[in-house]
């Protein structure tokens, strides 16, 4: 395993499948990876404050791009 891997590894943490409506399914996903990610960030020594910013400023990027399908009639 090469150190690059080692690393990701420390950071992914897998949420269980089994037992989860598809909302909470993907609800449960996004808190870890969220949670995965401050983690990360506070290790190479972001303050809470960077952290918070970043995230919020991805995440409104994120909702400001979504464009849902529109069903056919």
Same mark, same amino acid.
């Given at each position: ?6 690393? %990701?590894?420390? /950071?992914?943490?897998? /949420?269980?499948?089994? =037992?989860? =409506? ?5 609800? =449960?996903?996004? %808190? ?9 960030? %506070?290790?190479? =020594? ?10 919020l ?8 791009? /979504? ?7």
């Open positions: 395993m090469s150190n690059d891997e080692s690393e %990701h590894d420390m /950071f992914v943490t897998e /949420f269980p499948k089994k =037992g989860f =409506g598809i909302v909470d399914y993907l609800q =449960g996903r996004v %808190h870890f990876s969220l949670m995965d990610q401050m983690k990360l960030m %506070h290790k190479s =020594g972001m303050t809470k404050i960077q952290i918070k910013e970043t995230i400023a991805s995440v409104t990027e994120i909702i400001d791009n /979504f464009e849902p399908e529109s069903k056919s009639p």
